[in-house]
Protein backbone atom coordinates (compact mmCIF):
# COMPACT_ATOMS: atom_id res chain seq x y z
CA UNK A 1 0.00 0.00 0.00
CA UNK A 2 1.06 3.32 -0.32
CA UNK A 3 1.75 6.08 2.61
CA UNK A 4 -1.46 7.50 3.74
CA UNK A 5 -1.34 10.73 2.55
CA UNK A 6 -5.20 11.50 1.81
CA UNK A 7 -7.43 11.56 5.02
CA UNK A 8 -11.15 12.48 4.58
CA UNK A 9 -13.04 13.48 8.09
CA UNK A 10 -16.82 12.77 7.75
CA UNK A 11 -18.25 15.53 10.12
CA UNK A 12 -17.44 19.35 11.03
CA UNK A 13 -19.09 19.18 14.48
CA UNK A 14 -16.57 19.98 17.64
CA UNK A 15 -15.16 16.24 16.85
CA UNK A 16 -14.72 16.82 13.09
CA UNK A 17 -13.18 20.09 13.06
CA UNK A 18 -10.85 19.92 16.03
CA UNK A 19 -9.33 16.79 14.15
CA UNK A 20 -9.06 18.66 11.25
CA UNK A 21 -7.09 21.17 12.83
CA UNK A 22 -4.68 19.49 14.78
CA UNK A 23 -4.05 17.37 11.80
CA UNK A 24 -3.64 20.53 9.59
CA UNK A 25 -1.41 21.88 12.08
CA UNK A 26 1.28 18.76 12.82
CA UNK A 27 1.15 16.99 9.38
CA UNK A 28 0.38 19.88 7.32
CA UNK A 29 -0.30 20.27 3.82
CA UNK A 30 2.83 19.15 2.52
CA UNK A 31 2.43 15.47 3.97
CA UNK A 32 -1.33 15.01 3.78
CA UNK A 33 -4.23 16.34 2.21
CA UNK A 34 -6.93 16.96 4.59
CA UNK A 35 -10.24 17.01 3.50
CA UNK A 36 -13.57 17.26 5.70
CA UNK A 37 -16.96 16.85 5.05
CA UNK A 38 -20.01 18.01 6.53
CA UNK A 39 -23.61 18.82 5.52
CA UNK A 40 -25.36 21.84 7.19
CA UNK A 41 -28.35 20.35 6.44
CA UNK A 42 -27.45 17.83 8.99
CA UNK A 43 -25.94 20.17 11.55
CA UNK A 44 -24.34 19.53 15.03
CA UNK A 45 -25.43 18.17 17.91
CA UNK A 46 -25.03 21.75 18.92
CA UNK A 47 -24.00 21.27 22.86
CA UNK A 48 -20.88 20.65 24.30
CA UNK A 49 -20.14 23.98 26.11
CA UNK A 50 -17.68 23.04 29.23
CA UNK A 51 -14.44 21.68 29.17
CA UNK A 52 -11.88 21.39 31.65
CA UNK A 53 -8.06 21.76 31.79
CA UNK A 54 -6.69 19.68 29.65
CA UNK A 55 -8.02 21.72 26.40
CA UNK A 56 -4.86 24.07 27.35
CA UNK A 57 -2.56 21.02 26.22
CA UNK A 58 -4.99 20.85 22.64
CA UNK A 59 -4.60 24.97 22.30
CA UNK A 60 -0.64 25.13 22.80
CA UNK A 61 -0.41 22.36 20.46
CA UNK A 62 -2.41 24.70 17.43
CA UNK A 63 -0.56 27.06 19.09
CA UNK A 64 -3.85 29.36 19.52
CA UNK A 65 -3.66 32.87 21.14
CA UNK A 66 -5.74 32.20 23.96
CA UNK A 67 -7.35 35.55 24.31
CA UNK A 68 -8.50 35.27 20.39
CA UNK A 69 -10.14 32.04 20.77
CA UNK A 70 -11.73 33.75 23.94
CA UNK A 71 -13.37 36.49 22.13
CA UNK A 72 -14.44 34.25 19.02
CA UNK A 73 -16.15 31.68 20.49
CA UNK A 74 -17.46 34.18 23.52
CA UNK A 75 -15.88 32.09 26.05
CA UNK A 76 -16.07 32.54 29.71
CA UNK A 77 -13.11 30.97 32.23
CA UNK A 78 -14.22 27.63 34.36
CA UNK A 79 -12.02 26.84 38.03
CA UNK A 80 -14.17 23.77 38.53
CA UNK A 81 -18.14 22.49 38.85
CA UNK A 82 -20.27 23.25 41.69
CA UNK A 83 -22.94 20.30 42.27
CA UNK A 84 -25.88 21.51 44.11
CA UNK A 85 -28.58 19.28 46.03
CA UNK A 86 -26.21 15.73 44.73
CA UNK A 87 -25.30 14.51 48.48
CA UNK A 88 -28.78 15.61 49.18
CA UNK A 89 -31.40 18.64 49.02
CA UNK A 90 -29.88 21.84 50.29
CA UNK A 91 -26.35 20.82 50.08
CA UNK A 92 -23.71 21.66 47.61
CA UNK A 93 -19.84 21.36 47.48
CA UNK A 94 -17.26 22.12 44.50
CA UNK A 95 -15.29 20.36 42.51
CA UNK A 96 -12.44 22.14 41.67
CA UNK A 97 -9.56 22.06 39.14
CA UNK A 98 -5.68 22.58 41.00
CA UNK A 99 -4.63 20.46 43.88
CA UNK A 100 -5.77 21.29 47.27
CA UNK A 101 -3.08 22.73 49.61
CA UNK A 102 0.64 23.35 48.75
CA UNK A 103 3.19 20.72 48.77
CA UNK A 104 3.07 18.60 51.25
CA UNK A 105 6.35 16.87 51.17
CA UNK A 106 5.09 14.32 49.46
CA UNK A 107 1.59 13.13 51.48
CA UNK A 108 -0.95 13.94 49.90
CA UNK A 109 -2.29 16.93 51.07
CA UNK A 110 -6.03 15.16 52.01
CA UNK A 111 -5.04 13.09 54.66
CA UNK A 112 -3.41 16.40 56.68
CA UNK A 113 -7.39 17.62 55.93
CA UNK A 114 -8.42 14.47 57.17
CA UNK A 115 -6.38 14.94 60.66
CA UNK A 116 -7.81 18.45 61.07
CA UNK A 117 -10.97 17.07 61.41
CA UNK A 118 -10.65 14.84 63.91
CA UNK A 119 -9.02 17.77 65.55
CA UNK A 120 -11.99 19.61 65.78
CA UNK A 121 -11.79 21.46 63.17
CA UNK A 122 -14.63 21.52 60.31
CA UNK A 123 -13.22 23.61 57.76
CA UNK A 124 -14.54 22.29 54.22
CA UNK A 125 -12.12 20.98 52.09
CA UNK A 126 -12.92 23.64 49.57
CA UNK A 127 -11.10 26.33 51.81
CA UNK A 128 -7.96 24.92 50.69
CA UNK A 129 -8.20 25.31 47.11
CA UNK A 130 -7.86 28.51 45.55
CA UNK A 131 -9.97 27.70 42.50
CA UNK A 132 -12.87 26.89 44.90
CA UNK A 133 -12.41 30.13 46.83
CA UNK A 134 -12.22 31.87 43.81
CA UNK A 135 -15.32 30.67 42.36
CA UNK A 136 -17.35 31.43 45.26
CA UNK A 137 -15.73 35.11 45.18
CA UNK A 138 -16.45 35.40 41.74
CA UNK A 139 -13.04 35.67 40.35
CA UNK A 140 -11.07 34.74 37.77
CA UNK A 141 -7.21 35.27 36.59
CA UNK A 142 -4.50 33.23 34.73
CA UNK A 143 -1.52 32.01 37.04
CA UNK A 144 1.47 34.14 37.90
CA UNK A 145 4.96 33.06 38.67
CA UNK A 146 4.81 34.23 42.39
CA UNK A 147 7.40 32.07 44.60
CA UNK A 148 5.29 30.01 47.27
CA UNK A 149 2.02 31.86 46.24
CA UNK A 150 -1.37 29.68 45.23
CA UNK A 151 -1.24 32.19 42.43
CA UNK A 152 0.84 30.49 40.57
CA UNK A 153 -0.90 27.18 40.89
CA UNK A 154 -4.32 28.67 38.93
CA UNK A 155 -5.54 25.77 36.84
CA UNK A 156 -8.74 26.87 34.89
CA UNK A 157 -10.37 25.35 31.26
CA UNK A 158 -12.81 27.40 29.29
CA UNK A 159 -16.99 27.60 28.58
CA UNK A 160 -17.41 28.72 25.11
CA UNK A 161 -20.12 28.26 22.19
CA UNK A 162 -19.76 25.15 20.62
CA UNK A 163 -21.31 26.57 16.94
CA UNK A 164 -18.48 29.23 16.72
CA UNK A 165 -15.77 26.85 18.32
CA UNK A 166 -16.21 25.01 15.30
CA UNK A 167 -16.01 28.07 12.99
CA UNK A 168 -12.97 29.09 14.97
CA UNK A 169 -11.44 25.91 14.20
CA UNK A 170 -12.39 25.79 10.30
CA UNK A 171 -10.94 29.24 10.18
CA UNK A 172 -7.96 28.01 11.54
CA UNK A 173 -8.04 24.56 9.71
CA UNK A 174 -8.75 26.37 5.95
CA UNK A 175 -5.99 28.71 6.76
CA UNK A 176 -3.44 25.38 7.07
CA UNK A 177 -5.15 24.13 3.81
CA UNK A 178 -7.34 21.54 5.01
CA UNK A 179 -10.31 21.45 2.71
CA UNK A 180 -14.07 21.50 3.35
CA UNK A 181 -16.67 19.95 1.31
CA UNK A 182 -20.40 20.73 1.71
CA UNK A 183 -22.61 17.82 1.12
CA UNK A 184 -24.50 14.92 2.31
CA UNK A 185 -22.67 11.48 1.86
CA UNK A 186 -25.36 9.33 1.01
CA UNK A 187 -23.14 5.70 0.75
CA UNK A 188 -19.97 4.32 0.98
CA UNK A 189 -17.71 2.22 -1.28
CA UNK A 190 -15.84 -0.38 0.06
CA UNK A 191 -12.90 -2.74 -1.36
CA UNK A 192 -14.87 -6.34 -2.05
CA UNK A 193 -11.49 -8.11 -0.77
CA UNK A 194 -10.20 -6.39 2.25
CA UNK A 195 -13.21 -4.82 3.30
CA UNK A 196 -11.58 -1.34 3.48
CA UNK A 197 -13.70 1.62 2.92
CA UNK A 198 -12.14 3.30 -0.40
CA UNK A 199 -14.65 6.82 -0.98
CA UNK A 200 -17.56 8.33 0.35
CA UNK A 201 -20.68 9.14 -2.10
CA UNK A 202 -22.31 12.62 -1.40
CA UNK A 203 -25.87 12.93 -2.56
CA UNK A 204 -24.85 14.56 -5.97
CA UNK A 205 -22.99 11.69 -6.83
CA UNK A 206 -19.38 13.21 -6.26
CA UNK A 207 -17.15 10.78 -4.88
CA UNK A 208 -14.45 11.63 -2.18
CA UNK A 209 -11.67 8.85 -1.62
CA UNK A 210 -9.01 8.50 0.94
CA UNK A 211 -6.79 6.57 2.19
CA UNK A 212 -7.72 6.76 5.93
CA UNK A 213 -10.91 8.13 7.26
CA UNK A 214 -11.83 9.88 10.52
CA UNK A 215 -15.68 9.31 11.66
CA UNK A 216 -16.89 12.64 13.47
CA UNK A 217 -20.21 11.92 11.77
CA UNK A 218 -21.63 12.43 15.69
CA UNK A 219 -24.48 9.81 17.12
CA UNK A 220 -25.01 8.23 13.66
CA UNK A 221 -21.35 6.48 13.82
CA UNK A 222 -22.20 6.83 9.29
CA UNK A 223 -18.80 4.80 8.94
CA UNK A 224 -17.78 3.28 11.77
CA UNK A 225 -21.06 1.71 12.66
CA UNK A 226 -23.17 1.96 9.25
CA UNK A 227 -20.35 0.67 6.93
CA UNK A 228 -17.61 -0.87 8.80
CA UNK A 229 -20.37 -2.63 11.24
CA UNK A 230 -19.08 -1.61 14.89
CA UNK A 231 -21.53 -2.58 17.28
CA UNK A 232 -22.05 -0.69 20.72
CA UNK A 233 -21.57 -1.51 24.40
CA UNK A 234 -24.51 -0.38 26.08
CA UNK A 235 -23.48 1.07 29.89
CA UNK A 236 -27.14 1.91 30.28
CA UNK A 237 -26.83 0.19 33.47
CA UNK A 238 -24.23 2.15 35.14
CA UNK A 239 -25.10 5.66 32.97
CA UNK A 240 -29.11 5.61 33.07
CA UNK A 241 -29.81 9.13 31.62
CA UNK A 242 -30.14 8.81 28.20
CA UNK A 243 -31.64 12.33 27.17
CA UNK A 244 -31.33 15.54 27.39
CA UNK A 245 -32.89 18.99 26.67
CA UNK A 246 -30.89 22.06 26.58
CA UNK A 247 -31.99 25.57 26.13
CA UNK A 248 -29.90 28.67 26.05
CA UNK A 249 -31.38 31.68 28.07
CA UNK A 250 -30.48 35.61 28.25
CA UNK A 251 -27.17 36.68 30.15
CA UNK A 252 -28.80 38.20 33.64
CA UNK A 253 -28.30 41.66 34.10
CA UNK A 254 -27.14 42.86 37.18
CA UNK A 255 -28.09 45.68 39.01
CA UNK A 256 -25.60 48.09 37.58
CA UNK A 257 -27.62 46.85 34.18
CA UNK A 258 -30.70 48.11 35.82
CA UNK A 259 -28.82 51.73 36.77
CA UNK A 260 -28.06 52.43 33.25
CA UNK A 261 -24.08 51.20 33.21
CA UNK A 262 -25.00 48.27 30.54
CA UNK A 263 -22.94 45.80 32.55
CA UNK A 264 -24.00 42.37 33.25
CA UNK A 265 -24.08 39.91 36.01
CA UNK A 266 -20.76 38.62 36.82
CA UNK A 267 -20.77 35.10 35.16
CA UNK A 268 -20.06 32.33 37.07
CA UNK A 269 -16.43 31.40 36.74
CA UNK A 270 -17.79 27.65 36.83
CA UNK A 271 -20.42 25.05 35.73
CA UNK A 272 -23.19 24.25 37.87
CA UNK A 273 -24.76 20.82 38.22
CA UNK A 274 -28.13 20.55 40.17
CA UNK A 275 -29.21 17.46 40.93
CA UNK A 276 -33.05 16.65 40.00
CA UNK A 277 -35.37 14.15 40.72
CA UNK A 278 -34.53 12.55 37.70
CA UNK A 279 -31.05 13.65 36.76
CA UNK A 280 -29.44 16.49 36.53
CA UNK A 281 -29.65 20.36 35.09
CA UNK A 282 -26.64 21.93 33.54
CA UNK A 283 -25.32 25.91 34.16
CA UNK A 284 -22.83 26.84 31.47
CA UNK A 285 -22.79 30.89 31.43
CA UNK A 286 -20.74 32.59 28.55
CA UNK A 287 -20.49 36.08 27.64
CA UNK A 288 -23.32 36.15 25.46
CA UNK A 289 -25.67 33.76 26.88
CA UNK A 290 -25.89 31.03 29.44
CA UNK A 291 -26.67 27.45 28.47
CA UNK A 292 -28.74 25.71 30.31
CA UNK A 293 -29.47 21.61 29.95
CA UNK A 294 -32.01 18.82 31.81
CA UNK A 295 -30.08 15.46 31.37
CA UNK A 296 -32.02 12.82 32.61
CA UNK A 297 -33.41 9.37 31.64
CA UNK A 298 -36.76 8.69 30.01
CA UNK A 299 -37.27 5.60 32.33
CA UNK A 300 -38.18 7.99 35.07
CA UNK A 301 -39.45 10.87 34.14
CA UNK A 302 -41.36 11.69 30.95
CA UNK A 303 -39.95 14.32 28.41
CA UNK A 304 -42.89 16.84 28.53
CA UNK A 305 -41.82 17.07 32.61
CA UNK A 306 -38.53 16.77 32.08
CA UNK A 307 -38.77 19.92 30.05
CA UNK A 308 -41.37 21.78 32.54
CA UNK A 309 -38.59 21.07 35.06
CA UNK A 310 -35.91 22.80 33.63
CA UNK A 311 -37.84 25.81 32.18
CA UNK A 312 -39.31 26.20 35.90
CA UNK A 313 -35.57 26.41 37.47
CA UNK A 314 -34.37 28.79 34.73
CA UNK A 315 -32.86 32.18 36.08
CA UNK A 316 -33.36 34.32 33.31
CA UNK A 317 -35.64 34.50 29.94
CA UNK A 318 -34.87 31.49 27.36
CA UNK A 319 -33.94 32.29 24.09
CA UNK A 320 -35.32 29.86 21.92
CA UNK A 321 -37.36 26.83 22.51
CA UNK A 322 -36.09 24.16 24.18
CA UNK A 323 -33.80 21.26 22.05
CA UNK A 324 -34.41 17.12 22.77
CA UNK A 325 -31.43 15.57 22.56
CA UNK A 326 -31.31 11.71 22.59
CA UNK A 327 -28.30 9.67 23.52
CA UNK A 328 -27.06 6.36 25.30
CA UNK A 329 -24.08 6.12 27.54
CA UNK A 330 -21.28 3.50 25.87
CA UNK A 331 -18.84 3.00 23.17
CA UNK A 332 -18.51 1.02 20.17
CA UNK A 333 -16.66 -2.26 20.67
CA UNK A 334 -14.06 -0.61 18.22
CA UNK A 335 -12.86 2.76 18.20
CA UNK A 336 -10.96 2.07 15.56
CA UNK A 337 -11.68 -0.59 12.89
CA UNK A 338 -9.66 -1.39 8.89
CA UNK A 339 -8.77 2.15 7.66
CA UNK A 340 -11.86 3.89 9.69
CA UNK A 341 -11.22 5.75 13.01
CA UNK A 342 -14.00 7.03 15.22
CA UNK A 343 -13.60 10.31 17.34
CA UNK A 344 -16.05 12.21 18.74
CA UNK A 345 -19.99 10.54 19.62
CA UNK A 346 -19.48 8.53 16.58
CA UNK A 347 -16.77 6.76 18.93
CA UNK A 348 -19.23 6.97 22.01
CA UNK A 349 -20.96 9.15 24.25
CA UNK A 350 -20.60 9.40 28.16
CA UNK A 351 -22.85 11.81 29.88
CA UNK A 352 -21.84 15.46 30.01
CA UNK A 353 -21.22 15.60 33.87
CA UNK A 354 -17.76 16.39 34.11
CA UNK A 355 -17.44 17.79 30.90
CA UNK A 356 -14.85 14.89 29.45
CA UNK A 357 -16.09 14.27 26.04
CA UNK A 358 -13.80 17.18 24.27
CA UNK A 359 -11.39 15.80 26.51
CA UNK A 360 -11.76 12.30 24.74
CA UNK A 361 -11.87 13.96 21.28
CA UNK A 362 -8.46 15.97 22.01
CA UNK A 363 -7.03 12.33 23.38
CA UNK A 364 -8.54 10.37 20.26
CA UNK A 365 -6.63 12.73 17.80
CA UNK A 366 -3.27 12.58 20.24
CA UNK A 367 -3.24 8.96 20.16
CA UNK A 368 -4.01 8.84 16.33
CA UNK A 369 -1.02 10.64 15.71
CA UNK A 370 1.24 8.74 18.16
CA UNK A 371 0.21 5.69 15.60
CA UNK A 372 -0.37 7.23 12.98
CA UNK A 373 -0.16 4.70 9.98
CA UNK A 374 2.76 4.56 7.24
CA UNK A 375 2.48 2.42 4.77
CA UNK A 376 -0.73 0.44 5.46
CA UNK A 377 -2.32 -0.07 8.58
CA UNK A 378 -0.72 -2.70 11.67
CA UNK A 379 -3.24 -4.54 13.28
CA UNK A 380 -0.86 -4.70 16.15
CA UNK A 381 -1.29 -0.07 16.48
CA UNK A 382 -5.25 -0.33 16.06
CA UNK A 383 -5.86 -2.81 18.61
CA UNK A 384 -3.29 -0.93 21.40
CA UNK A 385 -5.77 2.19 20.20
CA UNK A 386 -8.85 -0.07 20.95
CA UNK A 387 -7.09 -0.96 24.23
CA UNK A 388 -6.34 2.62 25.47
CA UNK A 389 -9.76 4.30 24.54
CA UNK A 390 -11.63 1.43 26.15
CA UNK A 391 -9.42 1.82 29.46
CA UNK A 392 -10.14 5.63 29.17
CA UNK A 393 -13.85 4.91 28.69
CA UNK A 394 -13.89 2.56 31.89
CA UNK A 395 -12.36 4.88 34.33
CA UNK A 396 -14.38 8.23 33.25
CA UNK A 397 -17.28 6.06 33.54
CA UNK A 398 -16.36 4.63 37.06
CA UNK A 399 -15.58 8.69 38.33
CA UNK A 400 -19.20 9.20 36.87
CA UNK A 401 -20.87 6.31 38.74
CA UNK A 402 -19.43 7.80 42.00
CA UNK A 403 -21.27 10.97 41.85
CA UNK A 404 -25.13 8.93 41.19
CA UNK A 405 -23.82 5.82 43.47
CA UNK A 406 -23.18 7.69 46.42
CA UNK A 407 -25.89 9.76 47.97
CA UNK A 408 -28.04 9.92 50.76
CA UNK A 409 -31.10 11.04 48.37
CA UNK A 410 -34.06 8.72 47.75
CA UNK A 411 -36.08 10.60 47.45
CA UNK A 412 -37.45 9.30 44.16
CA UNK A 413 -37.05 6.11 42.02
CA UNK A 414 -34.11 7.40 39.98
CA UNK A 415 -32.00 8.22 43.12
CA UNK A 416 -32.76 5.01 44.64
CA UNK A 417 -31.91 3.04 41.81
CA UNK A 418 -28.50 5.00 41.38
CA UNK A 419 -27.93 4.52 45.25
CA UNK A 420 -28.34 0.51 44.85
CA UNK A 421 -27.42 0.01 41.18
CA UNK A 422 -24.57 -3.14 40.48
CA UNK A 423 -20.86 -1.53 40.77
CA UNK A 424 -18.83 -1.03 37.82
CA UNK A 425 -15.79 -4.08 38.86
CA UNK A 426 -12.88 -1.86 39.51
CA UNK A 427 -15.20 1.20 41.63
CA UNK A 428 -15.88 -1.02 44.79
CA UNK A 429 -12.33 -1.25 45.55
CA UNK A 430 -11.68 2.45 45.26
CA UNK A 431 -14.57 2.98 47.65
CA UNK A 432 -13.05 0.22 50.37
CA UNK A 433 -9.77 2.04 50.43
CA UNK A 434 -10.99 5.15 50.83
CA UNK A 435 -13.19 4.26 53.49
CA UNK A 436 -10.72 2.69 55.40
CA UNK A 437 -7.58 5.11 55.63
CA UNK A 438 -8.74 7.81 52.93
CA UNK A 439 -6.80 6.52 50.36
CA UNK A 440 -7.23 6.98 46.88
CA UNK A 441 -4.63 5.78 43.83
CA UNK A 442 -4.47 7.07 40.58
CA UNK A 443 -4.54 4.10 38.07
CA UNK A 444 -2.36 4.78 34.64
CA UNK A 445 -4.43 6.79 31.77
CA UNK A 446 -6.84 7.32 34.25
CA UNK A 447 -7.85 11.39 33.52
CA UNK A 448 -9.27 12.07 37.27
CA UNK A 449 -6.38 12.48 39.84
CA UNK A 450 -6.49 12.44 43.44
CA UNK A 451 -8.01 15.91 44.20
CA UNK A 452 -11.02 14.60 41.63
CA UNK A 453 -11.93 11.63 43.58
CA UNK A 454 -11.21 13.10 46.85
CA UNK A 455 -13.85 16.15 45.86
CA UNK A 456 -16.27 14.40 44.77
CA UNK A 457 -16.25 11.89 47.35
CA UNK A 458 -16.12 13.81 50.68
CA UNK A 459 -19.12 16.20 48.58
CA UNK A 460 -20.81 12.91 47.52
CA UNK A 461 -20.96 12.50 51.82
CA UNK A 462 -18.26 9.63 52.12
CA UNK A 463 -16.74 8.94 55.51
CA UNK A 464 -13.71 7.05 55.91
CA UNK A 465 -12.45 5.28 59.28
CA UNK A 466 -9.12 7.02 59.95
CA UNK A 467 -6.98 9.07 58.09
CA UNK A 468 -3.54 8.22 56.36
CA UNK A 469 -1.22 7.69 59.42
CA UNK A 470 1.40 9.08 57.36
CA UNK A 471 -0.11 12.52 58.42
CA UNK A 472 1.48 11.66 61.47
CA UNK A 473 4.33 12.80 60.53
CA UNK A 474 3.24 16.48 62.01
CA UNK A 475 1.85 16.80 65.40
CA UNK A 476 -1.35 18.42 66.12
CA UNK A 477 0.07 21.58 66.49
CA UNK A 478 2.15 21.44 63.22
CA UNK A 479 -0.76 20.74 61.21
CA UNK A 480 -3.27 23.28 62.06
CA UNK A 481 -0.23 25.83 61.97
CA UNK A 482 0.72 24.73 58.63
CA UNK A 483 -3.05 24.17 57.01
CA UNK A 484 -4.55 27.70 58.73
CA UNK A 485 -1.48 29.44 56.63
CA UNK A 486 -1.96 27.71 53.59
CA UNK A 487 -6.08 28.60 54.32
CA UNK A 488 -4.87 32.22 55.12
CA UNK A 489 -2.72 32.51 51.37
CA UNK A 490 -5.24 31.26 49.13
CA UNK A 491 -7.63 33.60 51.02
CA UNK A 492 -5.43 36.16 50.34
CA UNK A 493 -5.06 35.16 47.08
CA UNK A 494 -8.57 34.77 46.22
CA UNK A 495 -8.99 38.84 47.48
CA UNK A 496 -6.20 39.84 45.21
CA UNK A 497 -8.13 38.40 42.02
CA UNK A 498 -9.89 40.61 39.61
CA UNK A 499 -13.12 39.95 39.33
CA UNK A 500 -14.36 37.60 36.08
CA UNK A 501 -16.22 39.62 34.47
CA UNK A 502 -13.58 42.27 34.86
CA UNK A 503 -10.24 40.28 33.57
CA UNK A 504 -12.57 39.11 30.28
CA UNK A 505 -13.77 42.59 29.67
CA UNK A 506 -9.58 43.49 30.33
CA UNK A 507 -8.43 40.58 27.73
CA UNK A 508 -10.82 39.06 25.92
CA UNK A 509 -14.44 40.42 26.06
CA UNK A 510 -16.31 39.61 22.72
CA UNK A 511 -16.79 41.97 19.75
P1 LIG B 1 -21.80 16.42 15.95
O1 LIG B 1 -21.72 17.75 16.57
O2 LIG B 1 -23.12 15.75 15.93
O3 LIG B 1 -21.28 16.57 14.46
C1 LIG B 1 -21.54 15.59 13.48
C2 LIG B 1 -21.15 16.13 12.13
O4 LIG B 1 -21.33 15.11 11.16
C3 LIG B 1 -21.99 17.32 11.66
O5 LIG B 1 -21.16 18.27 11.02
C4 LIG B 1 -22.92 16.69 10.64
O6 LIG B 1 -23.35 17.61 9.67
C5 LIG B 1 -22.02 15.62 10.05
N1 LIG B 1 -22.75 14.55 9.39
C6 LIG B 1 -23.51 13.60 9.97
N2 LIG B 1 -24.05 12.81 9.01
C7 LIG B 1 -23.59 13.27 7.82
C8 LIG B 1 -23.79 12.89 6.47
N3 LIG B 1 -24.60 11.89 6.14
N4 LIG B 1 -23.18 13.59 5.51
C9 LIG B 1 -22.36 14.63 5.82
N5 LIG B 1 -22.14 15.04 7.08
C10 LIG B 1 -22.75 14.37 8.06
N6 LIG B 1 -18.84 17.66 25.83
C11 LIG B 1 -18.03 18.37 26.63
O7 LIG B 1 -16.81 18.21 26.56
N7 LIG B 1 -18.54 19.27 27.51
C12 LIG B 1 -19.87 19.44 27.67
O8 LIG B 1 -20.29 20.28 28.45
C13 LIG B 1 -20.74 18.64 26.91
N8 LIG B 1 -22.08 18.73 27.04
C14 LIG B 1 -22.89 17.91 26.33
C15 LIG B 1 -24.26 17.88 26.57
C16 LIG B 1 -25.08 16.99 25.89
C17 LIG B 1 -26.53 16.93 26.19
C18 LIG B 1 -24.53 16.15 24.89
C19 LIG B 1 -25.39 15.22 24.11
C20 LIG B 1 -23.18 16.19 24.62
C21 LIG B 1 -22.35 17.03 25.36
N9 LIG B 1 -20.98 17.04 25.14
C22 LIG B 1 -20.17 17.76 25.96
C23 LIG B 1 -20.40 16.28 24.05
C24 LIG B 1 -20.10 17.21 22.88
O9 LIG B 1 -21.28 17.86 22.48
C25 LIG B 1 -19.55 16.41 21.71
O10 LIG B 1 -18.50 15.62 22.14
C26 LIG B 1 -19.03 17.34 20.65
O11 LIG B 1 -19.97 18.29 20.30
C27 LIG B 1 -18.61 16.57 19.44
O12 LIG B 1 -19.68 16.20 18.66
P2 LIG B 1 -19.35 15.55 17.26
O13 LIG B 1 -18.54 16.49 16.48
O14 LIG B 1 -18.82 14.19 17.51
O15 LIG B 1 -20.80 15.36 16.61
Redesign the pocket.
Do not use: N
Given at each position: METIRNIVI???????WMTAAALSKILGPQYADITL???ED????G?????IPQINIFNRLLGLKEDDFIRQTNGTFKLGIEFVDWARKGHSYFHPFGPYGFDMKGVSFHAFWQKLQTLGVSDSISDYNLQAVAARDGKFMRPVQVENSPLSTIAYAFHFD?GLYAKFLRRFSEGLGAQRIE???VSADKNADTGFLEAVVLNDGRRIEGDLFID?????G?LIGQQMGVGYEDWSKWLPNNR?W?VPTERVPSRSEALGQNKYANPTPYTRSTAREAGWQWR?PLQHRTGN?Y?FSNNFIDEQAAMDTLLQNLDAKPLKDPML?K?QGGHRHKFWEKNVVAI???SG?ME?LE?????L?QVGIAKLLQMFPDKGFEQADINRYNMMSVREYEYIRDFLVLHFNQTERDDSEYWRYCRNMELPPRLQEKYDLFQSRGRIFRENEELFNDTSWFAVMVGQGMTWRGYDPVADVMTDEDVKRQLFGIKDAIRKSSDYMPTHEDFIRANCAMD
Open positions: VGGGTAGVESIGTVVGEATAGRICSGFRLAAIGVIFGLAFPSTSIHI
